[in-house]
């Protein structure tokens, strides 16, 4: 079931999220419509916060960028097929030397930024079948890692930004937290 991807604005995009635990009801169900939603709406990861939900899990499919003609032969087969959930992820973490990136996301549409982040992140995590990982990921799988990763922490990609680049697009925030913005798939905008 395809669900609606909470717009900027919203007060559950400011919440850290909660860990769950095995007990979590239908998580299966949740994990499965989380990837249609993100499938639908041509993204490469979602959280639950962008759902409405306050918990700790993510999901990332970086399969799309696989195609991109800007990245070495290494990098696309490192991103095509990576599909993975994020169950109470922490960071554990962070090296190597910043470098930008032009992001965006479901939950703010039509605004995309340079963020820097570091190249590495070396996470603990569960998976859907309660596997417990610390694994190390790098490039734009580590990158996406770290955008979904801030949305169960209560950030959202803008807040990377500087208070220049903030001032310009926040004429663009105000509309979509007001519904004033045409996207291809649905959206639950915050209440007045």
Same mark, same amino acid.
């Given at each position: 079931?395809?669900?609606? @991807?909470?717009?900027?604005?919203?007060?559950?995009?400011?919440?850290?999220? !909660?860990?769950?635990?095995?007990?979590?009801?239908?998580?299966?169900?949740?994990?499965?419509?989380?990837?249609?939603?993100?499938?639908?709406?041509?993204?490469?990861?979602?959280?639950?916060?962008?759902?409405?939900?306050?918990?700790?899990?993510?999901?990332?499919?970086?399969?799309?960028?696989?195609?991109?003609?800007?990245?070495?032969?290494?990098?696309?087969?490192?991103?095509?097929?990576?599909?993975?959930?994020? @169950?109470?992820?922490?960071?554990? !973490?962070?090296?190597?030397?910043?470098?930008?990136?032009?992001?965006?996301?479901?939950?703010?549409?039509?605004?995309?930024?340079?963020?820097?982040?570091?190249?590495?992140?070396?996470?603990?995590?569960?998976?859907?079948?309660?596997?417990?990982?610390?694994?190390?990921?790098?490039?734009?799988?580590?990158?996406?890692?770290?955008?979904?990763?801030?949305?169960?922490?209560?950030?959202?990609?803008?807040?990377?930004?500087?208070?220049?680049?903030?001032?310009?697009?926040?004429?663009?925030?105000?509309?979509?937290?007001?519904?004033?913005?045409?996207?291809?798939?649905?959206?639950?905008?915050? !209440? !007045?």
């Amino acid at each position: 079931m395809i669900l609606p @991807i909470v717009a900027y604005g919203d007060p559950v995009l400011r919440k850290i999220g !909660k860990n769950i635990d095995k007990d979590f009801p239908r998580l299966d169900v949740l994990i499965k419509n989380m990837f249609e939603t993100m499938d639908n709406s041509y993204g490469v990861g979602l959280a639950a916060p962008q759902i409405g939900k306050a918990i700790r899990l993510f999901i990332v499919d970086t399969t799309p960028f696989a195609d991109s003609d800007d990245i070495s032969e290494e990098e696309q087969q490192n991103l095509d097929g990576f599909r993975k959930v994020f @169950i109470n992820a922490k960071i554990i !973490k962070e090296e190597g030397e910043e470098w930008i990136f032009n992001e965006g996301c479901l939950s703010v549409p039509d605004v995309r930024e340079d963020v820097s982040r570091k190249p590495l992140v070396t996470m603990e995590y569960y998976d859907e079948n309660w596997q417990k990982h610390t694994e190390t990921f790098d490039g734009l799988r580590a990158r996406v890692i770290q955008h979904e990763y801030d949305h169960i922490e209560g950030i959202v990609f803008t807040d990377h930004l500087s208070s220049l680049k903030k001032r310009l697009v926040k004429g663009k925030l105000n509309k979509i937290s007001k519904g004033k913005i045409s996207v291809d798939y649905t959206m639950k905008f915050p !209440k !007045k």
